[in-house]
């Protein structure tokens, strides 16, 4: 990809779009899979297009979304949850650009965000017990498991029971 990538915050008009770099990150729908694909642990639609409409429509959450040659790449959600803390979730990149250091850069982008306009301490996200992996990149991250537990987004409508550890920026 030529350029460099383009961070701004989603419309109403993008959540189709959203859905589906969601639904191909996590349950690998394309031809290329990602390492951050789900569709081992999990069954069933990820996320649908009415969801980024709801999250766009609440004054308390965003969606970063970043674009890199014209081209929906990347995005994540941002919920402040209180007025310390922001909550990160429906982190996704396109399964064809994970690993090239994408993903870092809209997490760093993200998180600068929240402490500059929201004035947030900490971060919180969830990530399911059985990706060891993921886990392991937010540790590198900065992030540390903070004890707790909670059953994670993606376990609401699945057939198996998943439990996810609650993380926290340092």
């Not at 779009?17 to 031809?31: H, K, N, Q, V």
């Not at 639609?45 to 674009?67: C, F």
């Not at 959600?77 to 690993?99: D, I, N, Y």
Request: glycine share 10%; hydrophobic share 40%.
């Amino acid at each position: 990809m030529r350029g460099a990538p383009e961070y701004h915050f989603a419309h109403i008009d993008d959540a189709a779009a959203l859905s589906g770099l969601i639904i191909d990150a996590y349950r690998g729908t394309g031809p290329v899979k990602g390492w951050t694909s789900e569709a081992h642990l999990l069954g069933g639609q990820r996320i649908d297009a009415g969801t980024p409409q709801e999250i766009l429509m609440r004054d308390d959450s965003r969606i970063l979304q970043v674009d890199w040659d014209g081209a929906l790449c990347a995005c994540i959600h941002l919920a402040k949850t209180s007025p310390s803390h922001v909550e990160f979730g429906l982190f996704a990149v396109h399964p064809a650009l994970q690993g090239r250091s994408l993903g870092r850069s809209v997490m760093e982008y993200a998180e600068r965000w929240a402490k500059a306009t929201w004035g947030a301490r900490g971060a919180l996200l969830t990530v399911i017990d059985a990706r060891r992996d993921i886990a392991a990149w937010y540790r590198r991250m900065g992030y540390v498991f903070t004890g707790e537990r909670r059953a994670p987004h993606t376990a609401r409508s699945a057939l198996v029971s998943l439990s996810g550890r609650i993380w926290c920026l340092r």
